[in-house]
């Protein structure tokens, strides 16, 4: 039985034969549907790529806070974070909730002076726990850091706006102009 070459019209006696001519003089038909399957498998590979980046990793939303890519901020307040540590202040970083050449979070600060920048689309009310969730640390009336206060014998106490604060740390309201001290001891700094 005789294969013709739908391409040239050349006739070969097997379809091994044809195919390997097909192959040989006839190289962008026998490459296209393989050509075509890499782009569309690469492509796909692509749009996978960037969707699981943004839902699950990079700029997805922590604890509500979304992160925003250079769009008009209405509602900006600051609020003041100031952390001792046994009579030490701890170091709060710079570009906390900032991910470079990608996105901002509605919570960030910009230096090392504990300034919560609030920016976000709305007035919304936004608390000292989604802050840290942000910032990726712990904070909880056991726990801030990391450091486990029972197990390290050392006190939290709060102060917000200069009074005493009794409250669930997690739920201090992040309100322009306000100061928020956690003091951990003994020693206190207060
Ligand atoms: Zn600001
Ligand atoms: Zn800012």
């Not at 990079?58 to 209405?74: F, R, T």
Request: net charge neutral; aromatic share 8%.
């Amino acid at each position: 039985m005789k294969v013709r070459c739908k391409h040239c019209g050349r006739e070969f006696s097997s379809e091994t034969a044809l195919k390997r001519h097909i192959k040989d003089l006839h190289k962008s038909y026998y490459y296209a549907p393989r050509i075509i399957l890499a782009v569309a498998v690469a492509l796909l590979l692509v749009a996978a790529g960037a969707f699981l980046l943004t839902r699950q990793g990079l700029g997805a939303p922590i604890s509500g806070i979304e992160c925003h890519s250079g769009e008009a901020v209405s509602y900006h307040v600051h609020t003041l974070l100031e952390i001792y540590l046994k009579g030490e202040k701890v170091k709060i970083p710079a570009n906390i909730g900032i991910i470079p050449g990608h996105c901002m979070y509605w919570l960030h600060t910009h230096d090392e002076t504990g300034l919560i920048h609030v920016e976000a689309p709305r007035q919304m009310k936004f608390t000292l726990g989604q802050f840290f969730d942000v910032w990726g640390q712990q904070l909880s009336s056991d726990n801030v850091l990391g450091i486990d206060l029972a197990s390290s014998n050392l006190e939290m106490r709060m102060y917000v706006d200069g009074e005493r604060y009794l409250g669930d740390p997690r739920e201090i309201e992040l309100v322009d102009n306000r100061l928020i001290i956690l003091d951990i001891g003994p020693p206190f700094a207060k």
